[in-house]
């Protein structure tokens, strides 16, 4: 019994100073997942939807959440979206245009010139990628609410020899 | 001699600053088991009636089954307006992707990654019968219990549509039809 008392007498200040490094640690997880999720980010984002801006292989970009919140996005801005066919993946496309705005885009662009007009509804923006020939935007899945906007991507830090501000066409 | 002046401060300054730190993480632990785990909303209006008041219950809402899985029909959630990006209503789930949502009059299949979500008060409620299926990614959380008023203290459940064996045979048929299809 009195050896386990000492026992942990031995290990009580390492077990002390395991607690407050964990807390230290955790500290800094949450002002890094905070200013993750309310300011700034950085997103890999990969596909061909958006060539020529972005490559095909993967390009690091930083997103900012303070212009979605302000309501201040709008067309020709690069934006990250939740995608309304499945909320667990992020997509990232153009905004072409915002609620009360008509759109005309060609719907199949690889095999027609058939091209058709909508008007994007109230609290909801059209998005298309730059590809239009290979991309999945608002042509198929229609105008998406405000609200699955995560940020807007403002500035490209990898591959490092594009390195520079995304800027608006 | 104001040199001294400062000294003086230092430790009034010091101590400001550390109870501040401590303010700060607070609100950050707070920030964070509101945004994931738990946190309280206040609902008013007349589209959740009888369930919630009309002038205003408070109500907790949890967040981990939305990330955990996907949501049942007949479950109350906390969804972000599809048609004001700013509001935040409460409705009920009452269809999901694949099922078969209406009326004798106009039925209409919830395409893949949205819901349909109506109010409990079916004439006054502004909901997926104006605005159509709303996508799962404006899911905000979950409202599982009634705080205030203290008549109405305790769980609030799922409850599926009366109509669940006219609803279940129009799934089958539409099932049916689409593997024939």
């Given at each position: 019994m009195s050896r386990l008392f000492q026992f942990v007498r031995q290990w009580k200040p390492i077990i002390k100073e395991g607690f407050s490094q964990s807390f230290l640690i955790a500290k800094f997880l949450c002002l890094l997942h905070v200013t993750n999720t309310h300011v700034c980010t950085p997103v890999l984002v990969y596909g061909p939807s958006m060539l020529p801006t972005l490559n095909l292989t993967g390009d690091v970009v930083l997103v900012e959440h303070l212009s979605q919140k302000f309501g201040?996005?709008?067309?020709?801005d690069v934006v990250v979206v939740r995608s309304p066919e499945n909320p667990r993946k992020t997509v990232t496309k153009r905004i072409v245009a915002v609620e009360g705005e008509s759109v005309t885009f060609l719907v199949e662009p690889a095999l027609s010139d058939r091209s058709h007009t909508v008007v994007v509804p109230r609290g909801h923006v059209w998005i298309q990628g730059d590809n239009i020939y290979s991309s999945r935007d608002s042509r198929q899945f229609g105008p998406v609410p405000y609200g699955l906007i995560l940020g807007k991507a403002f500035w490209?830090?990898?591959?490092p020899d594009a390195f520079g501000s995304l800027s608006q066409e | 001699m104001s040199l001294q002046v400062f000294r003086h401060w230092i430790p009034t300054v010091k101590d400001a600053f550390d109870r501040t730190l401590m303010v700060a993480k607070f609100f950050c632990g707070l920030h964070v088991t509101n945004t994931f785990l738990c946190t309280c909303a206040l609902a008013m209006g007349p589209s959740m009636l009888p369930t919630l008041n009309l002038t205003g219950s408070l109500v907790l809402v949890e967040r981990l089954s939305i990330r955990f899985g996907k949501m049942a029909s007949g479950e109350v959630v906390l969804i972000r307006s599809p048609e004001e990006p700013r509001k935040v209503v409460i409705k009920r789930i009452v269809g999901v992707e694949g099922d078969a949502v209406g009326n004798e009059e106009a039925t209409a299949v919830v395409p893949k990654g949205h819901i349909w979500i109506e109010g409990d008060n079916k004439h006054n409620s502004r909901d997926s019968r104006q605005f159509g299926p709303v996508p799962y990614g404006l899911l905000e959380g979950r409202v599982f219990w009634v705080m205030w008023p203290p008549e109405d203290f305790g769980s609030v459940g799922r409850k599926v549509e009366n109509n669940s064996l006219e609803r279940s045979l129009v799934v089958k048929k539409h099932k049916r039809q689409k593997f024939q299809g």
């Open positions: 201040k996005v709008g067309p020709g490209r830090v990898w591959p | -």
